[in-house]
């Protein structure tokens, strides 16, 4: 298992337990970890919302919204070939 998949399940089961603070601190550390790939970048991101809007917490989660949506339309490797 990959640090971030090991970040990723950690963070999972804090959601889980419904430890919403270590579950977001888990989701982070996975999204430095796995930012260069695109589907574990936004994977990171939905997780992010998850902890965020369970945890009370709306504005983590409307910012990780905003976030997941750059990534995914500006993503470098989305871009048109020229």
């Known amino acids: 298992m990959t640090p971030y ?8 089961q804090c959601l889980a ?24 970048h936004l994977a990171a991101h939905r997780g992010l919302i998850r902890a965020g809007w369970r945890g009370g917490r709306p504005d ?3 910012l990780n919204v905003l976030l997941l949506l750059g990534a995914y339309l500006f993503d470098k ?6």
Do not use: C, I
């Open 5 to 12: 998949e090991q970040e990723m399940e950690l963070g999972q």
């Open 60 to 62: 983590r989660a409307a």
């Open 77 to 82: 490797d989305k871009a048109p070939a020229s």
């Open 17 to 40: 337990a419904r430890q919403w603070s270590r579950a977001y601190s888990h989701f982070g550390r996975a999204h430095g970890l796995g930012h260069d790939v695109l589907a574990q």
